[in-house]
């Protein structure tokens, strides 16, 4: 793989792309709510699905490698940054439209923007979603979910690109949902456009269930502090937070990034966390909770780019 991205190759990027939205060597602490992460070679925002496939192939024929991001709000991106492209979704990604019950839209849209979209043609089934801070591609990839919902009970369809600028649509039944797993962990296809099936719904019933979660959310989660989240993923039957909070490890700090004191299944930034400090609290986190519990913690935040 050819991890230098030299003068030459951005020139033959800015022959697809214009040069205002290629930012070289741009810090990727700007691009996730952890407010943590190294530069990026070259950070590219694509304006069309035709524009995307040709950064692909010529990312594909120039041997260099390409990183996918959403919002960022489930990366832990490493202090040495990230070698080759970071391509993310902005606006051109993210339109929104309606056809029945059906929603159809963008990548790039955020979730929030989604539910209350729905919510606002008294379409119901996406109401858990409001206070996820993704995009909607993200959310699709990770099966994003909370309450009593997730991504899986609402996509319908995908249309997404391979590595090597083919346009692909797969079914609900061909994605491999799972408890925070799709499909989409293990093809490296990219997700551009997602079709949702929602059912119509009372307008009231909607809106009282998104309050309530919101309410609930600003209640127990750290909101005020960058983060990304769940740091692990639920073992089956039990609460990873509940395992950290009883194993004592609230306000265990390494550096700057803190076990929240509020949520001990979040990790905190308290300021100027490196994502060297943020691994070190997960593996002693991991460390502790599986010697006093026996569980052993996997994270459900995604670790990319390299150690310093
Ligand atoms: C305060 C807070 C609360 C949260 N609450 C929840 C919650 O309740 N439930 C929950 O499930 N999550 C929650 N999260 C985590 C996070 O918001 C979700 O996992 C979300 O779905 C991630 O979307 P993203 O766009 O930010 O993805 P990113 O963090 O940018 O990326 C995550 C992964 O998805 C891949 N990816 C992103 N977009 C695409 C695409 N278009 N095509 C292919 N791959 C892609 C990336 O390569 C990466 O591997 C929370 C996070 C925060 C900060």
Redesign the pocket.
């Known amino acids: 793989m050819n991890c230098k991205i030299d003068e030459q190759l951005l020139e033959g990027l800015r022959k697809i792309i214009p040069s205002e939205r290629i930012l070289t060597n741009e810090p990727m602490a700007r691009?996730?709510?952890?407010r943590i992460g190294g530069i990026a070679d070259a950070f590219v925002l694509p304006s069309s699905t035709e524009e995307l496939t040709q950064i692909l192939k010529f990312a594909k024929e120039s041997d260099i490698p390409v990183?996918?991001?959403?919002?960022?709000?489930?990366?832990l991106v490493l202090d040495g940054g990230i070698r080759g492209l970071v391509i993310?979704?902005g606006k051109p990604?993210s339109n929104i439209e309606r056809d029945g019950t059906r929603i159809k839209a963008g990548?790039?849209a955020?979730?929030g923007t989604v539910s209350l979209f729905a919510a606002s043609h008294s379409l119901s089934g996406l109401e858990?979603?409001v206070?996820?801070?993704?995009?909607?591609?993200?959310?699709?990839?990770?099966?994003?979910?909370?309450?009593d919902g997730?991504?899986s009970q609402v996509v319908q369809a995908v249309t997404?690109v391979t590595p090597d600028g083919e346009i692909v649509r797969y079914q609900k039944d061909e994605m491999e949902f799972g408890y925070?797993n799709s499909a989409?962990?293990k093809n490296s296809?990219?997700?551009?456009e997602i079709e949702l099936e929602l059912m119509e719904g009372d307008p009231g019933a909607i809106q009282e269930k998104m309050t309530d979660y919101t309410r609930r959310?600003m209640e127990k989660?750290?909101?005020d502090k960058?983060?990304?989240?769940?740091t692990f993923k639920r073992p089956p039957g039990l609460f990873a937070g509940t395992l950290i909070d009883e194993t004592g490890l609230k306000g265990f700090s390494v550096g700057d990034a803190q076990v929240s004191e509020k949520h001990a299944g979040?990790v905190v930034n308290l300021g100027n966390a490196t994502a060297a400090d943020v691994l070190d609290v997960i593996s002693e986190v991991k460390k502790r909770v599986q010697a006093r519990t026996g569980v052993l913690l996997e994270p459900?935040?995604?670790i990319?780019g390299e150690k310093n």
């Open positions: 691009h996730t709510t952890f990183t996918i991001l959403g919002n960022g709000s489930n990366v993310s979704f990604f990548a790039g955020t979730l858990f979603a206070g996820i801070p993704g995009s909607l591609g993200g959310a699709v990839f990770m099966n994003a979910g909370a309450y997730e991504m997404a925070r989409f962990q296809r990219i997700i551009c959310r989660q750290p909101l960058p983060s990304a989240g769940s979040f459900e935040v995604r990319i």
